[in-house]
């Protein structure tokens, strides 16, 4: 399988995640709720942008030279057009706080695999083959 088919099979991951959350996006809102309920409501949106985020990521990791910085700003534009999409629906609306809700999540993940890639300096000491460079000839 070439580079090019796996980028897309990776694709679907995160393609079907934001089906979901179009889907979840799209239905009624209920009125009247705990504060507790609104808390999980929104500790929701940020696992699932960090979740979009990372999946994201994923996929284009072998496709892209920056792919926690493009996966970003897909979920960030995705988290956008979400809430343009709710102010479309009855009894939910579009807002500015729920894209930032989500883009803590984002920033998040963003952090988190930021944090698990090798820093460059790492990466020039390190061969090929995982092995770690000489300064100079074994003997």
């Not at 534009?77 to 709710?86: F, M």
Request: charged fraction near 20%; glycine fraction near 8%.
């Amino acid at each position: 399988m070439n580079r090019r088919t796996r980028t897309v099979l990776r694709a679907v991951a995160p393609l079907a995640l934001m089906g979901l959350i179009f889907f979840l996006s799209g239905q009624r809102a209920d009125e009247g709720h705990e504060w507790w309920d609104v808390i999980v409501r929104k500790l929701g949106h940020v696992g699932g942008y960090a979740l979009l985020t990372a999946l994201w990521a994923w996929a284009l990791s072998r496709a892209v030279r920056r792919p926690v910085t493009v996966a970003a700003v897909i979920a960030f534009v995705y988290a956008c057009t979400d809430e343009y999409h709710q102010s479309f629906v009855e009894t939910r609306s579009g807002t500015s706080l729920d894209v930032a809700v989500d883009t803590v999540g984002i920033a998040l993940a963003a952090l988190l695999l930021r944090a698990r890639q090798p820093r460059r300096t790492d990466r020039a000491k390190v061969g090929a083959r995982g092995e770690a460079a000489r300064s100079s000839p074994a003997r």
